[in-house]
Each structure stands twice: as structure tokens, then as C-alpha cells.
């Protein structure tokens, strides 16, 4: 589906019927009862802070992305997403049709207290954590590997999942004390498989899938559900595959371009962030389109 973007970022979503139940980095969440109305808006944070201006059309590429990933995923676990979800929300948002691109109506279910990581190669907080340690982590790897390298296999790398400030890295062995063994293993096992979907598809299209978060809840009888977004340039490592060299940091199709242009500023990385150039917007918006329309065929 081609998509039409705004010039101009919605920073925040007003004038809806339905209370506000929170308000995240990202996305706003209003109460539908059993059910869950999640709008991404455009703001953009990098290093746990909100950045003054936002991205205009990221909500939409990312909820895009999104649902398109949600309807490869439930080939492997349910998820979070209504039954004729497109036509629900058409309906709910008819007076307000430039909140439906970037909307999704879901199950209320009870969140995971974890985020589900999974690595594919030594990047990020993992090339740090190795560079000081020689693991990943739990997970001890061959010697001398390089930034960028690709892991002997996928590994499992779970964290804690913070209201406020940084998710913090856990074991293996603490994930399945917090959520139960069993109720671990079926975490990890869905996450390894989503990513390695994830990964097959990206590699079809050019793109290495170096990382990326899952998130997952659980109904009133306990089962589970992928919910949360899935897959997208915010919560995903993605490189250009025609780029990519062993040994350094990678040109990317998510937030890290935003990321290294905040590094060469003398910005401490607390509240206010630095206001984003037009050049950095309009690269930013690239490397979400790009992604959007390699993954999804667009």
C-alpha cells in the first residue's frame, strides 16, 4: 500500500471521545473497554528522551509495518490485533480519518514484565557488553569477534522492562524465575522464531535484522499473545545488507542515524533533547520509508 505522508508531525492526539489510559515515548493508549485504541504519533526519542519536534508520517509508517509483521506472526502465536481489525478501525475513527493510518485496536491484556531481545549479531549494547567482558551477557562467545559480527547462532538476551529511564539486561536463568520456567520457555522459543521470520524476509529484501525487541501479554486464562509492536525500525537493528562490513558500526534504517547526529553534539542526554534539523527529519523519514517499502513490497 502506498501511504500518503503529512508535512508536519502530530505531536500529540486531542479531541478523541475516550479517556486516555497512558502516554508513551511514542504512542498514546485510550480506553475501549475490553479492547485497546493505540495511536503512534510522530515524536521521536533517542537516549530515553523526547525530542522538541518529531518525524512527520513515522506513527503511520511504523503502524504499518506493524500490521503488516502482525499478519506474518500469527502464523506462529496470536496477537494483540481485533478480528477485522482495518474495517474497526475505519469505523471508530470515521471523523477523524487522519488518525486512522496510524491507529490499532487491540485485546486489553496484561503486559509481560520483560522485554523479549533477540541478537543476531554483536551490535549496540551487546558490542559493549563483549568488549568488557568477553561474553553476551549469559552467553560466553568464540574469542576475538568484531563489532557487526554475525553470532554463531540467535541468542535469547532478555531485559527488564522500565516505566522510567533504561531497561536493564537479565539471565536467561533470572527471565524464567520472574516469569515462570514454563511460561519462559514459551517466550523465548516464540521470540527466536519471530526473529528468525523477521530475519528470512529481511534478507530477502536486502536488509540484515541485527536485533529487535518483542513484547508479549496474557488474557484472563493466561494465554499468551505477541502485542506491543512488532518488528519496526524503533524497536529493530536494520542494515542495508549491500553496506554491511564486519569490524565497525553500520549505516541503519531506523533511529540510529538520529542517534550518532545527537552524538556529535555537546548534549548531556537528559531533558530538553536538542531540537532535529530539516535535513535530519528528512533523512530520518527516508530510512523509515525505506524500510517500510523494502519489507512490505510497498
Known amino acids: ?25 511514542v504512542r498514546e493508549n485510550f480506553d475501549l473497554g475490553d479492547e ?29 509495518i506493524s500490521l503488516w509483521w502482525f499478519e506474518q506472526a500469527a502464523k506462529i502465536m496470536p496477537t494483540h490485533l481485533v478480528q477485522n481489525h482495518a474495517e474497526r478501525v475505519s469505523e471508530l475513527l470515521k471523523d477523524r480519518p487522519v488518525l486512522i493510518g496510524r491507529s490499532i485496536i487491540v485485546k486489553n491484556l496484561k503486559p509481560m514484565p520483560i522485554e523479549a531481545i533477540v541478537r543476531g549479531y554483536l551490535a549496540g549494547s551487546g558490542w559493549k557488553e563483549y568488549k568488557q567482558t568477553g561474553k553476551l551477557f549469559d552467553f560466553t562467545l568464540p574469542e576475538g569477534m568484531k563489532e557487526s559480527q554475525k553470532l554463531p547462532e540467535a541468542l535469547f538476551t532478555p531485559t527488564t522492562k522500565a516505566a522510567e529511564g533504561h531497561d536493564m539486561p537479565i539471565t536467561n536463568d533470572e527471565c524464567s524465575k520472574i516469569l515462570g520456567s514454563e511460561i519462559f520457555g514459551q517466550i523465548r522459543n516464540a521470540s527466536l522464531k519471530l526473529y528468525e521470520m523477521g530475519a528470512k524476509r529481511a534478507g530477502e529484501c536486502g536488509i540484515i535484522l541485527a536485533d529487535t525487541k518483542f513484547e508479549f501479554g496474557t ?20 542494515w542495508p545488507a549491500d553496506k554491511y562490513e564486519i569490524g565497525k558500526s553500520q549505516p541503519s534504517y531506523d533511529k540510529q542515524y538520529v542517534r550518532d547526529w545527537l552524538e556529535t553534539l555537546d548534549w548531556d542526554k537528559t531533558y530538553p533533547g536538542p531540537v532535529l534539523p530539516p535535513e535530519v527529519v528528512a533523512n530520518t523519514i527516508k530510512c523509515y520509508s ?8 510497498a
Open 1 to 25: 500500500m502506498k501511504l500518503n505522508l503529512p508535512s508536519e508531525s502530530l505531536m500529540s492526539v486531542e479531541g478523541l471521545p475516550f479517556k486516555m489510559l497512558s502516554k508513551g515515548k
Open 36 to 64: 485497546l485504541l493505540i495511536i503512534a504519533t510522530d515524536r521521536i526519542s533517542a537516549f530515553d528522551v523526547v525530542m522538541p519536534n518529531g518525524i512527520p508520517g513515522k506513527g503511520i509508517l511504523l503502524t504499518q
Open 219 to 238: 488474557d484472563n486464562s493466561g494465554k499468551i499473545y505477541l502485542i506491543d509492536e512488532v518488528l519496526t525500525p524503533d524497536s529493530s537493528r536494520y
Open 290 to 297: 525505506t524500510a517500510y517499502d523494502k519489507l512490505t513490497g
